[in-house]
């Protein structure tokens, strides 16, 4: 199982020698999140300071951005990377599609599908005789001077991943891009019941091996030294449940365990700003459910014990009341490798 780290400077100034890091520490890739921060410039500083793990955004909002622009900066950075760079994107939720980015909300997992093709035809043409002629409900492409072409790339094009919470996106995965990205509000069991089972019928849809489609990331994961140090980092996860579990796009996985109503009461708790309050509807059966706890020299087989042979790769950045050892890091990334 591969094992990607996600990177947390803040600063730009300290991706390179952080991704660096990650790379001596045996990842085998890092990614960047569109949260405070924009996805794609870290990984340009991450591309100059590594050598062979993969760079990934986990994941980019795709509609503030055209698909243009997108296969710009995809092309750059897997040329900059000489072939290591993952686009990994997202739909985001309706309010701040609308309301954080000005941008029209419709139908979201048609158009991601519609946003995938034309980034792949878009790369086709730069690759081919420099024709354009995408023609979708909600993208049209036909359009491309020889001055802003970049030509063919000595790369394949990038893989393309997208961030999948319910069925209909995860069909999308299953129809079109290369891998799901799942988000941290996740489950063994959902994704046996839901995700899985929806990337198969996607895939058989348009006759492709479901295999194609890789499933990356494994919700939760508290770790540390002694049974005292993982009790001392359930506060902060009940509170990071609580809060994606407040949102009703995230329903599904909820009503896969039966904490619908949970969820509508964090949902209103929400609109009252009592965002303080609301970790404590974080029971420990929701935190058992969402959350995979262990001891370092445990969280490894815990881990593969409920996702094993579920997932093609682990999202793991171990967050911990004091730095985790790098030998003992080591060992457990080893550990991810060998078994998955």
């Given at each position: 199982m591969r094992v990607q780290y996600?990177?947390?400077?803040?600063?730009?100034?300290?991706?390179?020698?952080?991704?660096?890091?990650?790379?001596?520490?045996?990842?085998?890739?890092?990614s960047a999140s569109e949260t405070s921060h924009d996805p794609f410039l870290p990984l340009a500083l991450a591309a100059t300071a590594t050598s062979h793990i993969s760079l990934e955004t986990r994941v980019a909002i795709a509609f503030p951005r055209s698909p243009m622009v997108v296969a710009h900066t995809a092309r750059d950075l897997q040329d900059l990377s000489r072939g290591r760079f993952r686009l990994g994107l997202g739909t985001q939720v309706k309010g701040h599609i609308e309301r954080r980015f000005s941008t029209k909300w419709e139908s979201p997992g048609p158009k991601l599908r519609e946003y995938v093709e034309s980034?792949?035809?878009?790369?086709?043409?730069?690759?081919?005789?420099?024709?354009?002629?995408?023609?979708?409900k909600f993208y049209q492409f036909s359009l491309m001077s020889p001055f802003f072409n970049p030509?063919?790339?000595a790369f394949p094009d990038p893989a393309i991943y997208n961030g999948a919470v319910n069925a209909y996106n995860s069909r999308v995965a299953g129809e079109v891009t290369d891998g799901l990205m799942l988000h941290s509000l996740t489950s063994d069991k959902y994704v046996r019941e839901v995700i899985k089972p929806n990337v198969?019928?996607?895939?058989?849809?348009?006759?492709?091996?479901?295999s194609q489609a890789k499933i990356c990331g494994g919700g939760f994961i508290i770790t540390g030294p002694n049974r005292s140090s993982i009790r001392d980092m359930e506060a902060e996860v009940r509170r990071r449940i609580s809060f994606y579990a407040s949102t009703r796009t995230y329903f599904p996985a909820l009503e896969c365990h039966g904490f619908t109503e949970v969820g509508q009461r964090l949902h209103e708790m929400s609109l009252n700003g009592r965002w303080a309050?609301?970790?404590?509807?974080?029971?420990?059966e929701m935190l058992d459910a969402f959350c995979v706890r262990g001891e370092y020299d445990e969280i490894a087989d815990k881990f593969l014990e409920r996702y094993?042979?579920?997932?093609?790769?682990?999202?793991?950045?171990?967050?911990?009341?004091e730095p985790i050892e790098e030998p003992q890091l080591k060992k457990i990334i080893r550990r991810f490798q060998e078994v998955g």
């Open positions: 996600h990177l947390a400077s803040k600063n730009l100034s300290g991706v390179a020698a952080e991704a660096s890091w990650a790379e001596s520490m045996g990842y085998d890739g890092v980034l792949r035809q878009i790369w086709d043409c730069w690759n081919g005789d420099g024709s354009l002629d995408y023609q979708g030509g063919p790339s198969i019928k996607g895939a058989e849809r348009v006759g492709r091996d479901p309050e609301m970790a404590e509807l974080v029971s420990d094993g042979g579920l997932l093609d790769e682990v999202s793991f950045s171990p967050h911990t009341v």
